[in-house]
Every structure is written in C-alpha cells, then in structure tokens.
C-alpha cells in the first residue's frame, strides 16, 4: 500500500489551482474533504470542500489504481487559485495521513509503476520546461514514448540475434556457431545504422533543447554590439564609441520561427593594450570555436575576412558605405530581419525523426555502439561474441531504463517540479 502523497500542481494566484493526490486511500481523503460519495472514477463531481477553516466551490475527480497518470489511486481537486485556499486543502489531506510529495514524485511513480519508462519521463519534463515550437514538439514525442518505441525495437533485433547464437552454442553437434555468428553480422551491422542515426540527431536534438549558439565576432567599433540589440530587438549591451568597451561576453537568447538561439556579444579582436582586453579576447576566440554559427562583423573597406563554413560575413553601417556580405545598419534597422531569416536558414534542422538532447541518451547510445563495432570484429568464440552483444543490448536498456541505476534515476525525477 504506497503512501499518500499531496502538492499543489499549479503555481499560486491563478483563477484555478489544482491540488493532486496519489496512493491507496486519497478516494476516501477527497469523499471525507467534500462531505459526498464520488461513487464513479474519471468523473467530475461539483462539491463544496470544507476544510474546517475554510470552504470553496471546486470540481473533484479520483482515478482508480491502474488508470491514473502514476499508474495507482489518484484525485485531483479543482480549486480558486487563492494561496490560502489551496494551502488550507493540502494541510487538510495532511492531517488524514497524507505527505507532502517531493519533487518530481508523482512521476517518479508513474515511472515505478510503468506508466512511463525514462525517455518519456525527460520529455515530460522537456515538455515543462520548453520556451519554443520546436523544444515542445521534439519533448512530446519523447514524452509520447517514441524514442522508446525506437530504442526498444533495436533491443528486439539484440535480442533475436543474441538467441540465435546462444541457441548455436548450445547445440555444439550441430557445427552450426560460425555460420550462425557470420549471419549475424548482416544484421547487426543494420541495428548499427540505425544507432548511428540516432546518435547523429544529438547535434540537433541539444541545439533544440539549449538554443542555437551564435557569436557575434569582429574587430573593435565595427558596431557588433549595436547588432546584437538590433537582434535582440531591445538594448542589451552597452553601445560606446571607445574601442574595448566590450571585454567579456554578453549572451541573451531570442526566439526567432518557434527555434530558439543563444546569442554571444564579445570584445573586439585586435592587439590588446591592457590584460583585462586580453582576457576579453581570449574569451571571445573560445566562443567563436563553440558556436554553431558566427556572424562575422565588418564594415565597408574593412570586411571580416573568414572561410568557415559556420561564419557568416556582415558588413555593418551600411547606411553609410555598402560592403561585401550581407549588408545591415543596426542602427537603422535595415536588414535586421533579413538577417534573422538567413540566420534561422543557416541553422536548419531534418525536420523528420525523434532526435535525442540529453547527455545520458548519448553515452548510452555510444556504449551500445562500440560493443557492437567490437562485436562485429571479433574473431573470438561464440561465447564471447555473444557476451558483447548482450553489453549492447544492457546500454540500450540505460536510456530506457530497463537496468537505470538508482543514481540515474534520482538525478532524472530531481528536475522536476513539486506537484509532477
């Protein structure tokens, strides 16, 4: 019989609050809160709670163990959204026996109970979290189990493959190992195409998920902080005609088509006259080889000169002399929104497929490779073979978490909110 766990699932001073509850007996906590039988689960009932401080107009419902989001008996009431209703409803629950429920808990059992497995559970908290169009759409198929539907069908094929070859092992009289080891190999050389595209969305999946990062770069009074607030469409950073105003890197994000980018304002790139420019510069040629894309700012007769492929030459001012690039004035506006789209261009992304954002994903996902690549290669026993396969198949099950350590587990559910 689990515990009663209470949280207000909402966030204070709303028109509506919603207090949730979960485990063995919260049925009898909600009947006993509103003075009425709910005889039906999944049904909402019109009651007045009483809390024997105060009272409330609110909507209840229960779920019975087995049909509610944690997978066990679970209510909800509906409330005003006042601080002090919501908290005289949870202190009721908590003199019935209840506990106030940690963060992430009503997942956690979600996840205890196999509601969820772990890839649903991190889209569910990316799902939470996300800021843009495409943070939430990417979140929600993995909180709609689509990675794990993908993971899960790779460990399907493993596992074939993995009896196959035991199967040969045990029958030594038939000589069948290396014929049936050979086989193999066919397929799991497609198990591994499908890991590597997998772990190639990773790129995008994180850029989704923490923002595209692009770096404005050039030489002093070129007007690169001017553009970055043209970007940003309000002022950010200092604007000053000294050169070296810029000494340390400035970031801000802005959301642009429903994807979100990460911009870098930093120093200007010349001899430096003091250390503390120095150490500006030094920061700015770090960030210049972390970004994804950098705009490369000049002006007239003096453009920045790059031919990486991740640099983005702009010719700034161009209100008073055109250059060569993409020409913009940040302090006219001219180009501004042209810049954004091409920029949003460069940035583009396969729009197609479940694409992993968390370093726990990847790991897993590399793991699982190198035992197959080793596995593939191998000229040793039938046994050992089978060993590294059955290594892959364990990795894939850490992204699922078919065999996630508790460690894994605590750090995953202590991301989330109270009352999820």
């Known amino acids: ?56 107009k609110c909507v209840a419902v229960w779920y019975e163990d087995g049909k509610s989001y944690t997978g066990e008996e679970s209510a909800e009431i509906y409330c005003h959204g006042s601080r002090v209703i919501v908290e005289e409803i949870i202190k009721f629950f908590l003199r019935q026996g209840a506990v106030s429920a940690e963060r992430g808990e009503f997942t956690l059992r979600a996840y205890q109970n196999q509601r969820i497995d772990l890839t649903e559970a991190e889209g569910i908290i990316d799902l939470i979290n996300a800021e843009t169009v495409e943070q939430a759409a990417n ?17 399907s094929e493993l596992a074939k493959i ?15 190992e290396t014929e049936t080891v050979s086989a193999s190999k066919l397929r799991v050389a497609e198990v591994l195409q499908k890991i590597g595209e997998l772990e190639q969305s990773f790129d995008d999946g994180k850029k989704i998920r923490n923002g595209v990062k692009v770096v404005i ?5 070129v007007g690169k902080s001017s553009l970055f607030n043209a970007l940003l469409g309000f002022r950010r950073a200092i604007v000053n005609a000294a050169a070296g105003t810029t000494r340390d890197v400035i ?26 420019e120095k150490e500006g510069i030094i920061l700015a040629e770090d960030e210049i080889k972390g970004a994804d894309l950098v705009i490369g700012v000049g002006i007239s007769g003096d453009e920045y000169q790059s031919e990486n492929e991740k ?26 929104e042209a810049l954004k789209e091409l920029i949003y261009s460069r940035t583009d992304f396969e ?17 699982a490779k190198e035992c197959l690549l080793r596995a593939r290669q191998s000229t040793a ?40």
């Open 1 to 56: 019989m689990s515990k009663v766990i209470v949280a207000a699932s909402t966030p204070m001073g709303g028109a509506i609050a919603i207090v949730r509850l979960s485990g063995s007996s919260c049925k009898g906590m909600v009947e006993k809160l509103c003075g009425k039988t709910l005889p039906q689960p999944r049904r909402s009932y019109y009651v007045e709670a009483d809390t024997g401080t105060v009272r409330d």
């Open 139 to 155: 979140a929600y198929s993995s909180a709609d189990g689509e990675l794990k539907r993908t993971v899960e069908g790779l460990q």
């Open 162 to 176: 993995i009896a196959a070859v035991e199967v040969a092992i045990d029958y030594p009289e038939e000589d069948i």
């Open 217 to 221: 770069a050039g030489k002093p009074n």
């Open 251 to 276: 970031e801000c994000g802005f959301v642009y088509k429903g994807r979100k980018f990460v911009l870098a304002d930093t120093a200007g790139i010349r001899a430096a006259e003091c250390e503390a």
């Open 311 to 336: 640099t983005l030459v702009v010719t700034n001012k161009c209100d008073v002399a055109r250059g060569k690039g993409f020409n913009v004035s940040a302090q006219s506006g001219e180009g501004i």
């Open 351 to 367: 729009p197609k497929g479940i694409k992993i954002n968390n370093m726990r994903q990847f790991s897993a996902l590399v793991e």
């Open 381 to 420: 026993t039938a046994d050992c073979y089978a060993s590294d396969l059955s290594e892959a198949y364990n990795a894939l099950g850490k992204i699922t978490g078919v065999i996630g350590s508790d460690e894994i587990i605590a750090e995953i559910f202590s991301a989330f909110c109270v009352g999820k």
